[in-house]
């Protein structure tokens, strides 16, 4: 997930706002459930996003027999099932590799060790088998342009896409990327991910916040020949939102046609511009905007329909001066309102009592207070937390306290 700004500072006084418009509700995509003693009954997500790359939540490391990776993978299901949610957002194209037998792109090195080497089993398959079983959504988490965490080309499978077709590659900043600019790479991505569709029955295709890779000082994405020959002239900015956008709608089209039960949903990162920026944006400080340093015009995304939701990480606590939780909720269900597309919002479970933190993420009552706010934003149909880990350790009692309060009763997945 994205990095965010320093939470260091104190947190300030809760301010209640309300947005008072009513959110149209996505069909497929609502879950009911109660919310906390006296509030009534309303939709919503309970996610639970488990990431493999650097096998962060899932498998705990590569090359395990495959009965102690499917093993895993149930215990997974069953921590969100225990901690009553209903919905995972599991990683299974974390670096253009595949959690299942993909005719596009090989098996994932965080499964065997070695790309390319069978794990003796269909992760993904049983994944959704194994979460319909116990009344979970299962959403396919996919990051669409990373190829490596390394910077070696001969590092890759033999057959891999980008050592097949080395002009697709940019390397920058240490790592290996796709070029978005090429309208092959996109028509390579979009592929790439459908063919989970294609495959298996899935309630989501998931996006998270990594488009344009992160800006990195004195480092720079050197993509000038695809530049010089589609530009069209636009400014290199305005080009690469492009980019974006035309991945995204054509992701949307395709999967319209492919599987139209299907959801397709982005979690960027939580700040689109500043006001300051854009007068259109959010009253936040933020150090990185997603339309300008990402190149991901998400705002543009709901406006035109081509998602069905958005789950803005806010990754910060109520009365942070950069970023503060509040004033971003307000924004993001201002935009939402009225559109059809569905708001969750990302939650830093892996913040709680992390002492690197900040005093405010000591409170073990901090992402209760999160939701005690969400719960008068009509707009906000639910949360997803990052990470499993986080959720399993449950640092200071901050998730199942949470739990306690919001998730007192199962809430149906369909």
Known sequence: MAPQPSSSTSAGPTRRRIVAAGAAATAGLLLTAAGPAGRAARPQMRGLWAASVANTDWPSKPGLPAEQQRQELTDLLDLAVRNRLNAVFLQVRPAADAFWPSQYEPWSTYLTGTQGRYPGWDPLGTAVTEAHRRGLQLHAWCNPYRISTGDRLDALAPAHPARVNPDWVVSHAGKLYYNPGLPEVRDHVVSSVLDA????????????????PYPVKGRRFDDDAAFDEYGDGLDRAAWRRRNTDLLVSGIHDRLRTLRPGTAFGVSPFGVWRNRATDPAGSETKAGVQSYDDLYADT??????????????QLYWYIGFA???????????????DGTGVALYIGEAVYRAGDPAQGAAWQDPAE???HFALCADVPQVRGHIHYNAKAVR??????????AQEYYRQSAPAR
């Open 197 to 212: 569709v294609r495959r298996y029955p899935l309630d989501g295709l998931h996006f998270d916040d990594y488009f344009y």
């Open 299 to 312: 705002r543009r995304w709901i406006r035109k329909g081509w998602i069905d939701y958005i789950a803005p």
């Open 322 to 336: 950069a970023a503060d939780y509040e004033v971003l909720v307000d924004w993001w269900a201002r935009q939402v």
């Open 367 to 369: 992402l209760s207070r």
């Open 393 to 402: 350790r449950d640092r200071i009692g901050a998730f199942s306290r949470l």
